[in-house]
């Protein structure tokens, strides 16, 4: 490993909010690096921003910084890929070149791990920055809730209002009824009565006794 790769500790990390956005993260998610390679990832983004003009004339400028601080060398290499879990490398599969992985991990670098191009997949983005998969995990829960809470309003809403206008029918249908119990003599009570199944009983008999 290079003068230029991590040690085991994360130097040069000073502000931890500008890398994670300005949110403060649980105690237990907070910016610290226990990985060659997430501390490599932090690094890199204070090499690139601290010193725009000297990585300036590099194509992938956060890939080239991630990669020297994990080997020592500006670019992907396949020892520098086995060295990320969950990467395999093999250059006889043909499914991606070096040169795609140093445009996908400059994107995810540059990003916090909010977007992970090919090749790299979710997870890999996830390992790299896990304050960014915790924030993203949040958020999804948040929408989850949100859409339960609207789908249950909208459900009470729409309930209601069928409640509303089942009680409206209902009281037409009654009123029909009672209207028509004037005309009826107590021998065609019974008829009348089974002309309206959906009379409830307290109400044919008020209609009755009054």
Same mark, same amino acid.
């Given at each position: 490993m290079g003068k230029g790769a991590v040690s085991g500790v994360?130097?040069?990390?000073?502000?931890?909010?500008?890398?994670?956005?300005?949110?403060?993260?649980?105690?237990?998610?907070?910016?610290?690096? !226990?990985?060659?390679?997430?501390?490599?990832?932090?690094?890199?983004?204070?090499d690139v921003e601290e010193s725009p003009r000297r990585s300036g004339f590099e194509f992938y400028p956060y890939a080239a910084a991630f990669f020297r601080r994990l080997t020592g060398r500006g670019k992907a290499s396949g020892r520098g890929l086995r060295l990320i879990p969950g990467i395999r490398w093999d250059p006889t599969e043909r499914l991606a070149t070096l040169s795609d992985y140093d445009m996908a991990f400059n994107t995810l670098i540059r990003t916090r791990g909010?977007?992970?191009?090919?090749?790299?997949?979710?997870?890999?983005?996830?390992?790299?920055?896990?304050?960014?998969?915790?924030?993203?995990?949040?958020?999804?829960?948040?929408?989850?809730?949100?859409?339960?809470h609207k789908y249950h309003s909208t459900w009470s809403r729409q309930d209601a209002r069928r409640r509303a206008q089942e009680a409206l029918q209902y009281q037409h249908y009654a009123e029909r009824a009672r209207i028509e119990l004037n005309f009826q003599s107590p021998d065609t009570f019974v008829q009348w009565?089974?002309?309206?199944?959906?009379?409830?009983?307290?109400?044919? !008999?008020a209609m009755f006794w009054h």
């Open positions: 994360c130097e040069g990390v000073t502000d931890k909010a500008a890398l994670t956005g300005g949110q403060t993260l649980p105690a237990h998610l907070a910016l610290v690096c !226990l990985r060659p390679e997430q501390q490599a990832a932090t690094v890199a983004i204070i909010e977007y992970c191009p090919s090749p790299l997949s979710t997870s890999d983005g996830d390992w790299l920055f896990p304050e960014t998969a915790f924030r993203r995990r949040e958020r999804n829960k948040h929408r989850v809730r949100l859409a339960a009565h089974d002309r309206h199944p959906e009379l409830k009983e307290q109400d044919w !008999l």
